[in-house]
């Protein structure tokens, strides 16, 4: 038997609750419908035993990272009930409670977001948190996971050559490797697009990632852009600005659904001469000499796959996984964040085109063509 209320809330989530969740979602992909009545028990369950072993524990956790993964779990719960239609404010009241403590005492929104389900989420035995048994949810949590270390791993490898000088000779090992991180991130978008069934992803997962609201409030639904290192990439190769105002809406509002630390991160490169300023200050007319030459066209190598792991997030997974699905439905449901489903891919669109360096206004499209001329 586990010795603490965490530990019991543990163990509950990892067997009861994913057990709870899968037969309902058996008979939602069974309705091929996202919502259905009746079913009354299970959902009753999820919330009432959830909301009593929840409630039991209080003590919270000394440690940061034990308090992020506790509401991670906690987080678990609420974004359940959300999915199923059960939110009895007296019975959530202590879930809520435990949430916007430790929202609070961290300074992240008090619900789970995509990086309590993958960077943040230990595996036992093999086995990590998750909703339900179903294979689609584990594909989408594995390879999203996958696609945000890429990520990361571009990120550092960028942030290295922001600091050494972007003609230094060993930045072009880094160069080399944020191209190959970048290009991962599109093997593991192209994985996520081939394994997973759409009609599964919308039935069954993309429900437990909607906005719900805790306390009173409601906070907006989560994605795997809930991370710094797109944006680190973003502003450190010079696609994106910190001073375009579209971009720091961008920033802004996914501020509080960052993991702890990351928002430093962003912070860090905020006020840094962009790759690409960096590279035209030094590339005069004429012969560059050989390493600046190397890692600038290395660089339009590494802006190349940004741009093209972007565009396949934006025209495969987001218009086979989102569009598709919600225009095939008589009530077609609303974005996961909570604006409308066009006001979302208008802002997406946009991201593609600053991300691709498309030949539109405000994107870093001229500047690249000057290095490229530069070149020769
Ligand atoms: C089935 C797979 C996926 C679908 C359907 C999907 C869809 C979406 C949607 C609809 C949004 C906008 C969220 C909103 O405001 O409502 C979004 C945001 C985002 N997604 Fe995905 N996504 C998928 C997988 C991924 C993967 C694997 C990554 C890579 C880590 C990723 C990275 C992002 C990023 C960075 C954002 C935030 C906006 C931005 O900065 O571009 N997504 N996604």
Redesign the pocket.
């Given at each position: 038997m586990p010795d603490t209320p965490i530990a019991a809330y543990d163990a509950w989530l990892r067997s009861r609750f994913i057990d709870l969740n899968t037969g309902l979602e058996e008979a939602y992909f069974a309705a091929r419908d996202d919502q259905i009545p009746g079913h009354d028990a299970p959902k009753d369950a999820i919330l009432r035993e959830g909301a009593a072993l929840i409630a039991r524990i209080d003590d919270v956790p000394r440690d940061d990272g034990d308090r992020y993964k506790l509401l991670g779990a906690v987080g678990f719960h609420l974004a359940a009930c959300a999915r199923h239609g059960v939110g009895d404010a007296t019975v959530l009241a202590p879930v809520w409670t435990l949430a916007r403590l430790l929202g609070s005492a961290l300074d992240v929104a008090p619900r789970f977001v995509f990086s309590h389900q993958s960077l943040h989420n230990p595996a036992v035995a093999d086995v990590f948190h998750m909703f339900t048994t179903l294979a689609d949810e584990a594909v989408?949590i594995i390879?999203?996971g996958e696609?945000?270390l890429a990520?990361r791993r571009a990120a550092h490898a960028l942030s290295a050559v922001a600091s050494m000088g972007v003609s230094n000779p060993m930045a072009t090992y880094l160069f080399e490797d944020a191209t190959a991180a970048l290009g991962d991130?599109l093997r593991?978008?192209q994985a996520?697009s081939r394994e997973?069934d759409p009609e599964r992803?919308y039935v069954n997962i993309r429900p437990y990632f909607t906005p719900h609201v805790v306390g009173g409030t409601e906070f907006r639904?989560v994605?795997?852009?809930d991370f710094a290192a797109?944006n680190v990439v973003d502003l450190l190769l010079g696609l994106c600005e910190a001073r375009d105002p579209f971009y720091q809406g961008?920033l802004a509002e996914k501020r509080p659904y960052l993991p702890p630390g990351d928002a430093e991160e962003i912070r860090a490169v905020l006020p840094t001469a962009s790759l690409l300023d960096r590279f035209l200050d030094e590339t005069a007319p004429g012969d560059p000499p050989p390493v600046l030459r190397r890692n600038a066209e290395l660089f339009l190598g590494v802006c190349r796959a940004h741009g093209a792991a972007y565009a396949y997030?934006h025209h495969r997974?987001?218009a086979d996984?989102?569009e598709k699905p919600a225009t095939d439905r008589p009530t077609p449901a609303g974005?996961?964040?909570g604006p409308p489903m066009e006001v979302?891919l208008g802002m997406?669109g946009r991201?593609a085109d600053l991300r691709a360096a498309r030949d539109k206004p405000g994107t870093a499209r001229e500047r690249l063509d000057r290095l490229r001329n530069l070149l020769g």
């Open positions: 989408f390879r999203n696609a945000v990520y991130v593991f978008n996520l997973l992803f639904g994605n795997a852009g797109i961008v997030h997974l987001v996984f989102i974005s996961s964040s979302v997406l991201l």
